[in-house]
């Protein structure tokens, strides 16, 4: 089983919403709730790129155009790790991934399947 399993994708028109979950199913409470957390995307034919992260004190990190529309949130009690989405475009279709950072912001785990999230008009 991943570290960490992805899920909440879907297909939404333009100015639609969607929320994504990040699980933790094989890590214990003590190892998660420590843990820097962030969502990434990666869109067709382009680099995986950081979305928004959020630490173990929940300060947030936003990438630029996400900001205003984006809102990330974990739940330790729960192992997860969520991505709030409005007023999503076709610029935000791609495929959603999370990941743990390192102390050198680097992704920790092999990353899993990912989520798809299309907006189509």
């Known amino acids: 089983q991943a570290q960490l399993v992805e899920s909440g994708g879907g297909l939404v028109q333009p100015g639609g919403s969607l929320r994504l979950s990040c699980r933790a199913p094989?890590?214990?409470?003590?190892?998660?709730?420590?843990?820097?957390m962030a969502w990434y995307r990666q869109a067709p034919g382009k680099d995986r790129e950081l979305v928004a992260s959020?630490?173990?004190?929940?300060?947030?990190v936003y990438a630029d155009s996400v900001k205003g529309r984006f809102t990330i949130s974990r739940d330790n009690s729960r192992k997860t790790v969520f991505l709030h989405m409005n007023s999503l475009n076709t610029e935000d279709t791609a495929v959603y991934y999370c990941?743990?950072?390192?102390?050198?912001?680097?992704?920790?785990?092999?990353w899993g399947q990912g989520t798809q999230v299309t907006i189509f008009s």
């Open positions: 990941n743990a950072l390192s102390a050198t912001n680097e992704p920790e785990y092999t």
């Open positions: 959020i630490s173990s004190s929940r300060a947030t």
């Open positions: 094989r890590m214990i409470f003590s190892v998660f709730s420590p843990k820097l």
